[in-house]
């Protein structure tokens, strides 16, 4: 016979569960800083000047949002270990010089061309792949040298798939109104408190704005968001986390009544 758990032990058990729920979200943080260490560490004997990390791409070759999310944090990351070593190129800008350049596939011949590989202007390149599998995406990221087009080792990495890396992928419902249109009025802010620091993104004084566009239930409450302008350095999912807290007074439509409402929403970072 069963016997039955002290109500203690289900209330820990229980409190146990919400802290890893709550940490999920995180954890990719330090899996993303230990594949940068490791990148680190087989590109320092190579003496770079600049490296640059190309986005993540699965092995269907079209763009993915979270390959491109996954590359920054990994370059930004590297960027912090790196300083004493080697630069790091910015990803947003780079991403922006390789569309300048017309180079849609980073993986492969366009690299090697001699009249493209000056233009990128690093010395090494971060190719790397990305694949969902169950509950997981599998990174795999390759530093090549540019000119010669040297593939060094290979680094593999497995981060837990979270609401927020989907919610990126996922739309919004068309037959929802923007708030503030079709007969739609505003919504206002009830309960909406400030999300916390991300360790990371305090230690580099990273300061700025993350924006959502953000489905609001006629109870008030945010149904549904998806990321629009993001900061990087986990700040992001901390404002995601906090949104998903908060309570609204939501729209009325012209009879007064509630509706649901889809309306852009700024977290702003500061910390002075």
């Known amino acids: 016979m069963k016997q039955a758990q002290p109500a203690c032990f289900r209330f820990f058990a229980l409190l146990l569960v919400l802290l890893l729920s709550a940490d999920a979200s995180r954890a990719q943080f330090p899996r993303l800083n230990d594949l940068a260490a490791q990148l680190e560490k087989e590109l320092k004997p190579v003496k770079p000047h600049l490296v640059a990390v190309a986005d993540f791409r699965p092995p269907y070759g079209a763009d993915l949002p979270q390959g491109h999310y996954f590359a920054w944090l990994v370059s ?38 001699p009249a493209i590989s000056p233009q990128i202007g690093a010395d090494v390149l971060i190719t790397g792949s990305i694949e969902r599998q169950g509950n997981s995406y599998i990174l795999v990221a390759t530093p090549v040298v540019v000119t010669t087009q ?16 989907d919610r990126m992928v996922t739309p919004l419902p068309q037959n929802v109104a923007r708030a503030g249109t079709n007969g739609a009025g505003m919504p ?18 990273i300061s700025g704005v993350s924006v959502f566009s953000v489905l609001i239930s006629p109870q008030g409450a945010a149904q549904q968001i998806r990321p629009l302008k993001m900061l990087g350095y986990g700040l992001d999912e901390q404002a995601y986390d906090a949104i998903k807290k908060w309570k609204f007074r939501p729209a009325h439509d012209g009879n007064g009544a509630n509706v649901a409402t889809i309306v852009p929403v700024e977290v702003t970072f500061r910390l002075y």
Do not use: M
Not at 99 to 105: E, G, R, V, Y
């Open 76 to 113: 930004d990351a590297l960027r912090v270990r790196a300083k004493k070593h080697f630069v790091v190129a910015e990803h947003k800008s780079f991403d922006a010089d390789l569309a300048k350049l017309h180079i849609t596939d980073p993986l492969g011949a366009d690299v090697a061309h």
């Open 150 to 165: 040297k593939f060094l080792g290979s680094f593999r990495q497995q981060i837990v798939v979270n609401e927020f890396l």
């Open 188 to 205: 206002g802010c009830i309960y909406c408190p400030d999300p916390t620091y991300s360790d990371w993104a305090r230690s580099e004084k």
